[in-house]
C-alpha cells in the first residue's frame, strides 16, 4: 500500500459536523468563548482543517454525520479536566475547575459496581451513590465515604 493510499483511508474515518450544529456553534461563538478538543492524528491535520475548522461544507457532506471516535476524547478532556476526576491513592478523586463561563457540570459514572451522579456547581460538588455499596473517595481534598443510596457535599 503507498503511503498516499494509507492517508486516504485514514482520513476516510473523518466525517463531516451537520450543519445545523455548525449554525448553532457560530451563534453561541458570538456569546461564549468555543474550544474543541480532538484526539486527530497528525494525518488528519490537512483534512481536518478543510473540513471542521472553516465550518463550511467543502465536500458537500453535511448530512452524513460527524467523527464520532474523538466524542470518547473530548468527553474525558471534560471529565477529568474540568470535573478533575482522578484516581490518588487507589481511589477516586474529584477535585474540579470549572471555566469562567460555566455555571455547572454534570455526569453519571459506573465506578466499580457504582453508578454514582457528580454535580459540580460554582459553590460546591455533589455526589450521590445510585446504585452500589458504600465508597471511600476523595472530594475536593478531602477523605470522605459515599454510603450506599447516600450523598456527599464539598464546599469550594
Known amino acids: 500500500m503507498t503511503d498516499h493510499a494509507f492517508d486516504e483511508a485514514w482520513n476516510a474515518m473523518l466525517v463531516r459536523i451537520p450543519e445545523e450544529r455548525t449554525e448553532l456553534l457560530k451563534v453561541l461563538s458570538n456569546r461564549?468563548?468555543?474550544?474543541m478538543?480532538?484526539?486527530?492524528?497528525?494525518?488528519?491535520?490537512?483534512?481536518f482543517e478543510k473540513m471542521y475548522l472553516a465550518l463550511d461544507?467543502?465536500?458537500?457532506?453535511?448530512?452524513?454525520?460527524?467523527?464520532?471516535?474523538?466524542?470518547?476524547?473530548?468527553?474525558?478532556?471534560?471529565?477529568?479536566?474540568?470535573?478533575?476526576?482522578?484516581?490518588r491513592e487507589g481511589l477516586l478523586s474529584f477535585e474540579p475547575h470549572l471555566p469562567a463561563n460555566w455555571e455547572t457540570l454534570?455526569?453519571?459514572?459506573?465506578?466499580?459496581?457504582?453508578?454514582?451522579k457528580?454535580?459540580?456547581?460554582?459553590?460546591?460538588?455533589?455526589?450521590?451513590?445510585?446504585?452500589?455499596?458504600g465508597v471511600d473517595l476523595?472530594?475536593?481534598?478531602?477523605?470522605?465515604?459515599?454510603?450506599?443510596?447516600?450523598?456527599?457535599v464539598a464546599e469550594l
Open 57 to 87: 461544507d467543502y465536500n458537500h457532506e453535511v448530512d452524513e454525520g460527524l467523527h464520532i471516535t474523538s466524542m470518547g476524547g473530548t468527553w474525558m478532556s471534560v471529565i477529568y479536566g474540568f470535573g478533575g476526576m482522578m484516581v
Open 37 to 47: 478538543l480532538s484526539n486527530t492524528s497528525e494525518l488528519h491535520v490537512k483534512v
Open 106 to 116: 454534570s455526569f453519571k459514572i459506573l465506578y466499580r459496581g457504582r453508578t454514582l
Open 118 to 133: 457528580v454535580h459540580i456547581d460554582r459553590e460546591r460538588v455533589t455526589i450521590e451513590n445510585l446504585t452500589g455499596e
Open 138 to 152: 476523595f472530594l475536593a481534598g478531602s477523605g470522605v465515604h459515599l454510603e450506599k443510596s447516600g450523598s456527599v
Open 32 to 35: 461564549y468563548n468555543l474550544y
